[in-house]
């Protein structure tokens, strides 16, 4: 499945839009960590409408792509082959060009979210707490599945929202039970709270965050911290950011693509918080 790591290679990500990600420079700094001085990572403005043509013009140099959104499930009807863990939301954010010409798709942001928690020594909790029902809380779903051993209260605007996300619970094997925004609260209370909103969706909650927290994971990269991410650090509690997602999602890209594992972790790191600190 790993693409070779001797010659002259090209990796790029895609999306609409596409200005504000950070893929080029964790990706440009794990290649020189690396030594691959010939390896390029580029970024390219693809919606879903463009991605077959994008797709058909690709040349043997391509080792592969991240995708961002609009992307994660249009790509689907172009590839050859997709993990199980792609499989299990229906999204693939890493596409990797076999040797044999194949394209095998996959899902990093899964184990990635799992992996940041990890680092911070969350590897098992007995109940959590999601905040949304977007394209990201499937994921979430899906790194929970791997890691808690009791129900997941998700919190959602709509019963539009709460009908897929339960869908997505009986799919992935979760006891999930999903509950008003009005009462988002509540979930701050939980071993576990995944924050899975747009920037400014959670401002509110901040000043119901209980003196002693557990773990937050904000998924938000930009601004940092949020409201509520600055709350429960001050009171103590342990947080998550999205740019320890994007990173060790991102090293995962770079072992599939390149073949070298360990990724280097510390230099992809590095770099991130140098393009935030530089925005």
Known sequence: MTARATDARRAAVLG?????????????????????????????????????????????????????????????????????????????????????????GDNTDIPGMVAALRERGIEQVDSAAILGAGATASSALAALARICTGEVVVYVRSEARAAEMRQWGERLDVELRTADWADADRALRAPLVIATTPAGATDALASAVPER????????????????????????GAVVSGLDLLVHQAVLQVEQMTGRVPGPLEAVRQAGERALAGR
């Open 213 to 236: 927290p557990a773990t937050l994971f904000d998924v938000l990269y930009d601004p940092w911290p949020t409201a509520l991410a600055a709350r429960w650090s001050m009171y103590g």
């Open 16 to 104: 609409s839009p596409i200005a504000h990600s950070l893929s080029p420079a964790l990706h440009r700094a794990a290649y020189q960590e690396l030594g691959l001085v010939d390896w390029s990572y580029d970024r390219f403005e693809i919606d879903e409408a463009a991605l077959p043509k994008f797709f058909a013009e690709l040349g043997p140099e391509w080792a592969g792509l991240s995708l961002t959104m609009p992307l994660k499930r249009a790509v689907l009807p172009l590839l050859d082959e997709i993990s199980e863990t792609a499989a299990s939301v229906e999204a693939v954010n890493t596409v990797v060009f076999a040797e044999d010409g194949r394209r095998v």
